[in-house]
T-cell receptor, first 115, second 115 residues
Framework: KAGVTQTPRYLIKTRGQQVTLSCSPI?????VSWYQQTPGQGLQFLFE???????NKGNFPGRFSGRQFSNSRSEMNVSTLELGDSALYLC??????????????FGNGTRLTVT | GENVEQHPSTLSVQEGDSAVIKCTYS??????FPWYKQELGKGPQLIID?????GEKKDQRIAVTLNKTAKHFSLHITETQPEDSAVYFC??????????????FGKGTLLTVNP
């Protein structure tokens, strides 16, 4: 099976712009989660989608949003970018969502740099 | 609040020695505890996990122990090799409202195995 695929691998944006990141989960996985990884804060949970519905949400401002399509692919969007949004954004998929007791399988991330 | 503490933040060992990384969690309802290894330029990869109905699990050179009473769990790597050098993350399923759980990660341990 192919793993979790994230595109693009690298992005450079300027403050105030918006950005959309894409994630294709492992075939058959219906849950997709997004994490922000920074050296200071580690892995911070953004949100989780299951069957096109947001099941869990972390403590991020409303500028961070996401969605999931009927084929389980997911996108996350960050509007009005700030310098502090520079990070590695990781997508992870698993068989089912919400219960928290199944393995997450991560992609290699999208490295976002905001200048 | 929801919290996973991980220690140490850095660990340096000689090839062939053992390495131990420890984590504590706050939510007594947590029931799933995975460990991830992250190499440079890649996303975290699951290396072993344990559920709350087991006290110990082993997979070749890697073992995880869980003490639910004390709310801590540990990763043990024996006969370390240079390719074990990476950042290791522990995680715990933490309640995030209702019956939903999310994986909350520790801040990571940079393990260096010196040849």
């Amino acid at each position: 099976k192919a793993g979790v695929t994230q595109t693009p691998r690298y992005l450079i944006k300027t403050r105030g712009q918006q950005v959309t990141l894409s994630c294709s989960p492992i075939s058959g996985h219906r849950s997709v989660s997004w994490y922000q990884q920074t050296p200071g804060q580690g892995l911070q949970f953004l949100f989780e989608y299951f069957s096109e519905t947001q099941r869990n949400k972390g403590n991020f401002p409303g500028r961070f949003s996401g969605r999931q399509f009927s084929n389980s692919r997911s996108e996350m969007n960050v509007s009005t970018l700030e310098l502090g949004d520079s990070a590695l954004y990781l997508c992870a998929s698993r068989d089912f969502g919400g219960t928290g007791n199944s393995p997450l399988h991560f992609g290699n991330g999208t490295r976002l740099t905001v200048t | 609040g929801e919290n996973v503490e991980q220690h140490p933040s850095t660990l340096s060992v000689q090839e062939g020695d053992s390495a131990v990384i420890k984590c504590t969690y706050s939510d007594s309802a947590s029931n799933y505890f995975p460990w991830y290894k992250q190499e440079l330029g890649k996303g975290p990869q699951l290396i072993i996990d344990i559920r709350s109905n087991v006290g110990e699990k082993k997979d070749q050179r890697i073992a995880v122990t869980l003490n639910k009473t004390a709310k801590h769990f540990s990763l043990h790597i024996t006969e370390t090799q240079p390719e074990d050098s990476a950042v290791y993350f522990c995680a715990a399923s933490i309640r995030s409202g209702g019956s939903n759980y999310k994986l909350t990660f520790g801040k990571g341990t940079l393990l260096t195995v010196n040849p």
